[in-house]
């Protein structure tokens, strides 16, 4: 990959139209590969602001909304409040992000040019992402009304911003006042914004993940398909070294939630909870069990933090996942949170903003709920595929031998039955029959072990027939199917949950307290409603992994990395 | 304690402070320190006195960063004004309406000629990871010409955030170090890579290194691989002919972070750090008793 | 004949902790033999100390002068009788359980029962003993566990994001008591000896800025230890190792108000706690590196040490003019201030609220409760910071003392 410099890309990017920007709103663009944190902000910045200088378009309102929901850099912040202004259509679901913005940014407000690359200000002119918020604020109009009394607490009393910003304020209000008429009905983000929530739909014959070794917090190794076949799954991705905590620290805390939510509602044991790390070289188990204890996460098989030790590069292919790295630390990701099926297979995804821990755990019901209705595969049982084998050991060589066989039993009339060869073969399609149903029971419970013995059973018992082999070899026939089978029938087995080693610190979760949001926050309920307003309307989608041509106006559902004509690299 | 005496119970009375001036309000303190016509000293230390008093006003905020970024001022008065306002800066409400103006000062000072002015002002401004201070840091280790500050400081600078993209250029250093202080900063930031472990194992058993490259090596190697480290250590302390300095760090490692089971049952270890309790080296006995006291004897 | 005494009312050993405040205590014989046709034998109750351990006083009620001996009487039958003790001031123990509390019969030598116990104090880093100042370093050390630890919690308490909720309002003062209070307690459950020792940093305090303890800086501000000290392994955000530049060639910060100064503020809260910017802010500003800037500061722990010193400032100015009560107008600032700055308060993070207006995570859960205290619970208000010494109700007290900052 051609290695841009900083200043080759920002002339780069001001030449290209908005269908080509888009792509680069996407952390795992390589564009970004190898870049340190700060560049990303100044080069993701740079796009933003490049967009804002046109008509925002739809497909890009998924970013800005992330960087005002959980941006703590001023830069990016700043050029997210500009971006919003280029929305075409005002939308009162904007205003509750855009006051959360100037709660996350205001003691860091800081001054910078949203006219050169990198926004750094010297001297006294320029703007502040506060500035730029409340300018957004006054775009809104009528469409911020809803959040008129953060606005007044924003004006006066204890939460004040600084004087300074008081006449901003005064337009805010004045701009809320007019143009009354407006629809006002808050929360309803454009039906275009659909990447916040998405059902997914899996691609057929893509298994390579399962065999992807995890490790969790305890030292345990298990596959991917070991660990999240049997039951849905709810999968986050983090990092304990990311530096927002409205990201990665915020998002085990609220898994943590989850975890309460579903133990409440006694799915604990029916549904996985898991977090896998972006960074498996520095998250070590220690480091992970620690990060979650302190995060209130609590551990027993069903509910682990992971990592992958070589497998980042199938996870975040598998994924798609937002991500990008230098080196092996990440640069830049979005929040992200999966829901998978019984088979260890993407079905839901949330992404970007913040998720509401209520709407997920329902969001994994709908699917537990689905898996239940599936009608069952069956899987013969271990003594039909050995009654079959032994059958065939011993179906006699030629009539004589069935007259005598049948004389063994004793019964009455039996031996009156004529020597039936075609037996023989019916057995050996029954037995082949109990092959197939235990491959089946072997691929969704991914261990392979007991179908090859039972593979290897079947094939010594129809050698030993056509090649009219000692009975020893029929009878290893039959034991090999004999184990097999048994073996089938176990469940995979999961290891116990310790305790934390070293300090002794015990995990007191029944005094920790549950940490849910304030309940008086309008604005993070205002958030949540517009996304679930979203998903009401959400259809469903093929999974991530399918490349879309890039199109400004289409309305994608998912959000995949596009290759972008004239870049000067592959997508992973 | 390097004193030999022993400390007394009770509150010993330590060397009194030097007396103060007579009171005086914080708004008189700044306008003694925003006085041209006293002297540098008095300015001076009227600008520590009274921190909050730089933010008492719109006005105050702005002769506190006149004064600071002025070159004709003498440079005690302009680093007292720039420590006051720091100071200031920790009654973050209070501070919240002056950041904007502070910060933009910040960014003006980095290219200040005052070596220990310019040094104060990238440290504020990297801790906030602020990517402006960090690309001319890492400009200036590709460039010494663009450097603003010794490379080891812009290494010790860079390390406040990992996700500077220091790693590759603090490799360059550690193998061609222009100096011991910049080979011992490189080895700290990259204390957190992983990637680095067979560098801090192969530093950490060389006789030759210094001996505070190996005490980092050692702390970094326990950060990314616990596991070899404690191997290490192990082998360090079984060694005859290792200095007492890292046997003494081993010691203290496995006695703090060792993996209980695994010590416990070593019996090997267990005796060579018994004998070791008798070393004639104070610091080696201290480890070693302390390990014993850990682990059962 | 035998009795059992319990300190703070408790059998368990991590309850026989003291400070300057009175603590209740009680006695009952458990056997007899001796006192036979005695309804209320007499005992008398006193403290073996040695030459430098702690020591402690004792009083029959609530109120009243202490004294070196109490002379009780005890029934027979086993009851329990109250009485009060409390570290006599200026003999802080200087080792766990160096002072014993025993009870002889009568008149008689004989010791009955006894208990030991520890006078247990915040004391001047810079005075303590070799033994102490280890013990304070490894139980540091230990939580922070090599950036594993629960120190990472009060590092993540102590950021940029987080630091409305404590600083720039009158909340200072009584959030940063509670964190430390916390952080003691923490350490006191890897080594109940220990007590969260205060940086006087208006004097010369070159123990503490050595090697074996705090360590000593070079001339770029990186910071060495000694090989046998543990915080050579500190780490925070996943780098190793600590950032320190002092400004001072002397041994102490020039410009930092001194305690004289600071006390005499004011005799309102309002103005006494302008202590904010100076010596507060310029003592961590005397320096450069991480304690310099508000986001990191917590990464140093020097931080804990000075901020104590704060804290012991303010103990000082509450005794020098009777402030410890929240219903009194001088002891606070009233006025609408942000969330976590009023009495009625909730103190984040121990009170688990996350979102806007607070912080997006609350790290560390609740406050770590003590054997020995119920005080300040484990969502402690704004205003249950003010009477740490139980002044105003027994209930209060906190459990932490300081060397200098008697109770009566």
């Not at chain 1, 050996?428 to 072997?442: E, G």
């Not at chain 1, 094939?459 to 070899?473: G, N, R």
């Not at chain 3, 997006?360 to 770590?368: D, E, K, Q, V």
């Amino acid at each position: 990959m051609v290695e841009l410099t900083e200043q080759e890309f920002c002339e780069h990017v001001e030449h290209l139209p908005p269908a080509q920007l888009l792509p680069l709103l996407h952390e795992s663009n390589p564009l970004y590969a190898q870049r340190g944190a700060a560049t990303v902000v100044r080069m993701r910045g740079w796009v933003m602001l490049t967009l804002a200088r046109t008509t925002l378009p739809d497909a890009a309102l998924p970013f800005v909304l992330e960087d005002l929901d959980t941006g703590v850099d001023p830069y990016l912040v700043a050029a997210a409040a500009r971006a919003l202004r280029s929305y075409p259509t005002p939308n009162s679901a904007f205003a509750p992000f855009v006051v959360r913005a100037i709660s996350n940014i205001r003691y860091r407000d800081e001054r910078l040019s949203l006219e050169t690359y990198g926004g750094f200000a010297i001297g006294t002119k320029g703007t502040t992402p506060v500035r730029e918020l409340l300018a957004t604020l006054t775009s809104l109009g009528s469409h911020a009304r809803p959040i008129i009394p953060e606005v007044e607490s924003l004006r006066t009393g204890p939460s004040a911003l600084a004087k300074k910003y008081q006449p901003i304020l005064e337009e805010v209000l004045k701009s809320i006042q007019t143009h009354s008429e407006t629809n006002t009905d808050c929360c309803q983000l454009p039906d275009s914004v659909k990447d916040l929530f998405s059902w997914m739909r899996p691609a057929r014959g893509s298994s390579s993940i399962d065999s992807t070794v995890l490790e969790d917090q305890n030292g345990n190794t298990l596959t991917f398909g070991e660990y999240f076949y049997g039951r849905p799954s709810i999968v986050a991705f983090f990092y304990t070294r990311c530096d927002n905590p409205l990201k990665c620290s915020l998002t085990i805390t609220k898994l943590a939630r989850i975890q309460k939510l579903l133990e409440s509602e006694g799915l604990a044991d029916q549904i996985n909870t898991a977090a896998i790390t972006y960074d498996p070289g520095f998250d070590l188990p220690e480091r992970l069990l620690n990060y979650g204890h302190h995060r209130g996460i609590r551990f027993a098989p069903e509910h682990r933090l992971l990592r992958a030790p070589d497998g980042v590069d199938a996870l975040r292919k598998h994924f798609q996942l937002g991500v990008n790295f230098i080196e092996s630390l990440v640069n830049r990701h979005r929040i992200e949170l999966y829901i998978l099926d019984a088979k260890g297979q993407t079905a839901g995804y949330f992404g970007r903003i913040q998720w509401n821990e209520r709407e997920v755990v329902d969001r994994v019901i709908e699917v537990l709920k689905k898996n239940r209705d599936r009608p069952k595969l069956r899987v013969a049982s271990p003594v039909f595929g050995t009654a079959v084998a032994l059958g065939l050991a011993l179906f006699p060589k030629c009539p004589f031998c069935w007259a005598a066989y049948l004389s063994l039993f004793g019964i009455a009339g039996v031996e009156t039955i004529p020597y039936s060869p075609w037996l023989q073969p019916v057995l050996a399609i029954l037995l082949l029959s109990n092959l197939a149903s235990i491959w089946f029971r072997a691929r969704t419970t991914h261990r392979m072990l007991p179908f090859y013995l039972v593979t290897f059973g079947a094939l010594t018992l129809i050698a030993s027939k056509t090649l009219s082999a000692p009975s020893t070899v029929s009878l290893l026939g039959v034991l090999l199917t004999l184990v097999g089978s048994l073996l089938s029938t176990f469940k995979p087995n999961l290891d116990r949950v310790s305790t934390v080693r070293g300090s002794g610190w015990v995990n007191d979760q029944d005094s920790y307290p549950s940490a849910t949001a304030d309940g008086t926050d309008p604005v993070q309920a205002a958030i949540y409603s517009a996304r679930s307003a979203t998903i009401g309307s959400t259809r469903v989608a093929r999974r991530a992994g399918r490349r879309h041509a890039s199109n400004a106006t289409t309305n994608s559902t998912i959000e995949t990395p596009v290759k972008v004509r004239g870049s000067v690299g592959e997508m992973p | 304690m390097t004193t030999s005496k022993t400390k007394k119970r009770g509150t010993k009375k330590s060397k009194p402070a030097k007396k103060s001036s007579a009171k005086r309000s914080p708004g008189a303190a700044f306008a003694v320190a925003t006085n041209e016509k006293k002297s540098t000293a008095e300015r001076a230390k009227a600008f520590v006195e009274a921190p909050l008093a730089t933010i008492a006003s719109d006005d105050t905020l702005q002769a506190s960063l006149d004064v600071l970024r002025d070159r004709q001022q003498p440079i005690k008065v302009r680093l007292a004004a720039l420590q006051s306002l720091q100071a200031a800066t920790f009654s973050v409400i209070e501070f919240e309406p002056h950041r904007e103006d502070y910060f933009a000062t910040l960014r003006e000072l980095v290219d200040d000629p005052d070596e220990e002015l310019r040094q104060r002002v990238l440290g504020i401004l990297a801790r906030e990871n602020d990517g402006y201070v960090q690309k001319r840091l890492l400009e200036g280790l590709q460039d010494p010409s663009k450097a603003l500050v010794p490379p080891e400081k812009a290494l010790q600078l860079l390390s406040y955030d990992v996700h500077a993209e220091a790693y590759p250029v603090a490799r360059e250093i550690l193998n061609a170090p222009p100096n011991p202080e910049a080979k011992r900063e490189a080895l700290r930031l990259l204390s957190a890579d992983a990637k680095s472990a067979p560098v801090f194992e192969k530093l950490l058993r060389d006789k030759d290194e210094d001996r505070d490259i190996r005490q980092i090596s050692a702390a970094a190697l326990q950060s990314v691989k616990p596991k070899r480290f404690q191997e290490q250590a192990r082998e360090l302390l079984l060694d005859d002919n290792e200095y007492d300095d890292i046997q003494a760090t081993a010691l203290t490692a496995l006695e703090q972070f060792g993996d209980e089971k695994a010590v416990g049952k070593d019996q090997q270890l267990l005796n060579r750090v018994d004998e070791l309790g008798s070393s004639k080296s104070a610091k080696i006995k201290k480890s070693a008793k302390r390990f014993m006291s850990r682990y059962g004897k | 004949m035998d009795v059992e005494i319990q300190i703070n009312n408790s059998p368990n050993a991590n309850a026989r902790f003291l400070t300057w405040s009175p603590a209740s205590c009680r006695i009952r014989i458990t056997d007899p033999a001796g006192a036979q046709g005695q309804g209320q034998p007499p005992m008398r109750i006193s403290a073996k100390t040695t030459a430098s351990g702690g020591s402690v006083v004792f009083r029959k009620g609530t109120t009243g002068a202490f004294s070196a001996s109490l002379q009780l009487g005890v029934p027979v039958n086993g009851n329990w009788v109250s009485f009060f003790a409390a570290g006599q001031f200026g003999r802080a123990s200087v080792s766990l359980n160096d002072v014993t509390i025993e009870a002889r019969h009568g008149n008689g030598n004989k010791v009955v029962g006894s208990t030991p116990c520890t006078v247990r104090i915040r004391k001047n880093a810079n005075n303590l003993t070799p033994a102490e100042r280890d013990r304070f370093i490894a139980a540091f050390a230990q939580l922070n566990n090599a950036g594993l630890g629960r120190f990472a919690d009060f590092r993540d308490m102590h950021t940029n994001v987080s630091s409305p909720q404590a600083h720039g309002a009158p909340g200072f003062l009584p959030w940063h008591r509670a964190y430390l209070l916390d952080l003691e307690r923490e350490l006191q459950a890897i080594d109940p000896s220990v007590a969260l020792h205060y940086w006087r940093f208006d004097q010369g305090s070159p123990n503490i800025f050595k090697r074996d303890f705090l360590g000593e800086s070079d001339n770029i501000g990186t910071v060495f230890f000694s090989a046998t000290n543990p915080l050579q392994f500190w780490k925070t955000d996943g780098v190793t190792g600590i950032n320190r530049r002092p400004f001072f060639n002397s041994n102490n910060p020039t410009g930092v108000r001194t305690e004289a100064q600071t006390l005499a503020l004011g005799t309102a809260y309002p103005a006494f706690r302008t202590m904010e910017g100076n010596p507060h802010g310029s003592a961590h500003t005397s320096f450069g590196g991480s304690i310099s800037s508000i986001g990191t500061a917590a990464r140093d722990p020097l931080f804990f040490l000075l901020h104590c010193n704060v804290d012991r400032l303010w103990a000082k100015w509450q005794r020098n003019n009777n402030r410890f009560n929240p219903a009194v107008a001088a002891s606070f600032d009233s006025g609408a201030w942000p969330i976590g700055h009023n009495l009625a308060d909730t103190m984040w993070p121990w009170n688990g609220i996350t979102g806007p207006p607070r912080p997006p995570t609350a790290p560390g859960g609740t406050m770590a409760p003590s054997p020995v205290v119920t005080a300040p619970g484990l969502s402690p208000r704004v205003r249950d910071s003010l009477d740490f010494q139980g002044k105003v109700s027994a209930a209060a007290c906190m459990g932490f003392d300081y060397d200098d900052v008697p109770f009566s």
